[in-house]
Every structure is written in structure tokens, then in C-alpha cells.
């Protein structure tokens, strides 16, 4: 079984920078993707950001020229830079990684706030 641990999250003024991380932990060979997802109150969870096993990258048009992904190959663990943030980008953001054989793994989720 896998277990994914974000981290990273906090209270920034706008403009500012995070860097969310999210460690897999587990039989992390079983990991076909990984992704960062976010849901803002009273909206629907939102794909951010993908990578894939084989290191294919995907950023939602929304934030590719702010954000970006990406995966230690050592250690699994995935990453999401997230630079120039505005108050719209508050939000909870979770981690979800797809095994082999279907299953789909959440974590915990990390809250992002951008607010002055």
C-alpha cells in the first residue's frame, strides 16, 4: 500500500512563493502518476499539475506561467513551485498518485492561503 504526506503549505502575501511537497511512502514502484489537485470552498477539486512514471509533465493552462512540477527520481517524492501567488490560488491542495492495476491513493491535503 502507499501513504502520500504533503506538506509545504502556509499563509503567504500575494506574489509571494511556495513549494508544496508530497513524499510517497510504501510500494512507490506501483506508481503509474502523480498529481496535484486543489479545492477552494464551495468549488469542485481542480487538477493542477501531473507526472507521469515515465517523467510526461501536464500544468493547467491556469497557472503554467506560474507554477510548475516536478518528481525526485530517487525518492518519489513530488514537488509543485508555486511562484507569483494570487488570492485565487487559496486553496486546499492534495496530492493523488494512480497505481498499477487502478487503485488511486489521496493525501491528507495541505491548505495554501494567499491573502495580506
Known amino acids: 500500500q502507499v501513504q502520500l504526506m504533503e506538506s509545504g503549505g502556509g499563509l503567504v502575501q500575494p506574489g509571494g512563493s511556495l513549494r508544496l511537497s508530497c513524499v510517497p511512502s510504501g510500494s512507490i514502484m506501483n506508481i503509474n502518476l502523480m498529481a496535484w489537485y486543489r479545492q477552494a470552498p464551495g468549488l469542485q477539486r481542480e487538477l493542477v499539475a501531473i507526472v507521469s512514471k515515465s517523467g510526461g509533465i501536464n500544468v493547467a493552462d491556469s497557472v503554467k506561467d506560474r507554477f510548475a512540477v516536478y518528481r525526485d527520481d530517487v525518492n518519489g517524492t513530488m514537488y509543485l513551485q508555486m511562484n507569483t501567488l494570487k488570492p485565487e490560488d487559496t486553496a486546499a491542495y492534495f496530492c493523488?498518485?494512480?497505481?498499477?492495476?487502478?487503485?488511486?491513493?489521496w493525501g491528507q491535503g495541505t491548505q495554501v492561503t494567499v491573502s495580506s
Open positions: 493523488k498518485a494512480n497505481m498499477a492495476g487502478g487503485g488511486v491513493i
